[in-house]
């Protein structure tokens, strides 16, 4: 069973709505990312936090918004999605820095999105 | 040049056979090898780990690294139709920024 959990696991949303994703971790990961990924294509890195900061913005467009309240808990806040915005958003989690046993990336289920 | 590639397939098999899935990587500096499963509209599930080079075996499946000629190898033995998934293959330098192969779709037939 994966130990990422992400809700909800279906979303359909309008254009102008704002709605949010939300992801938690038990692991004691200290990076936690979203990627987005569409249909028979691999996951594209969106953002990745290190240490509850974000490390890395892949140029995503500002209608994502990511927060990490805190060292289990990531949230990605939608606004004014496109309908190409529509796929399915994964959060993972991984320990941080390098070293034996250290390089693992673990994926919750996706939340399925759908904006019309 | 891309940094990972992989053979997208689609691959078939009958019910039993032993697949062999693969993908290179042009980046030397790499050191963390992973294979995941994934099921159609769920996400990748983390099937097989490698730090560094060489072998690593869990029941049915064995993972395979070659450093020096910057290959890796997913081998499925007795495969099973529920095995029918897309294999992605995934590797990191520092542990927290990874390359995806584009995945290969494997179908076992009964």
């Known amino acids: 069973d994966t130990e990422v959990t992400q809700t909800p696991k279906h979303l359909v949303m309008g254009m102008t709505n704002k709605k949010s994703l939300k992801c938690e971790q038990h692991m004691g990961h200290r990076a936690m990312y979203w990627y987005k990924q569409k249909a028979k294509k691999p996951p594209e890195l969106m953002f990745v936090y290190s240490y509850e900061k974000l490390s890395i913005n892949e140029s995503v467009p500002s209608r994502f918004s990511p927060e990490c309240p805190n060292s289990s808990l990531l949230n990605l806040h939608l606004h004014a999605l496109q309908p190409e915005d529509s796929a399915l958003y994964l959060c993972?989690?991984?320990?941080?820095?390098?070293?034996?046993?250290?390089?693992?990336?673990?994926f919750g289920e996706g939340s399925r999105l759908t904006v019309l | 040049q891309k940094e990972v590639e992989q053979d997208p397939g689609p691959l078939s098999v009958p019910e039993g056979a032993i697949v062999s899935l693969n993908c290179t990587y042009s980046?030397?500096?790499?050191?963390?090898f992973m294979w995941y499963r994934q099921y159609s509209r769920k996400g990748p599930e983390l099937l097989m780990y490698?730090?560094?080079?060489g072998n690593k075996e869990d029941g049915r499946f064995t993972a395979q690294v070659d450093k020096s000629s910057k290959y890796i190898s997913l081998f499925i033995r007795d495969s099973q139709p529920s095995d029918s998934a897309t294999y992605l293959c995934a590797m990191s330098r520092t542990g927290n920024q990874f390359y995806f192969g584009t995945g290969t779709s494997l179908t076992v037939i009964p």
């Open positions: 993972a989690s991984s320990q941080v820095g390098s070293g034996t046993g250290t390089g693992e990336l673990f």
């Open positions: 980046n030397s500096a790499f050191q963390y």
């Open positions: 490698t730090y560094s080079s």
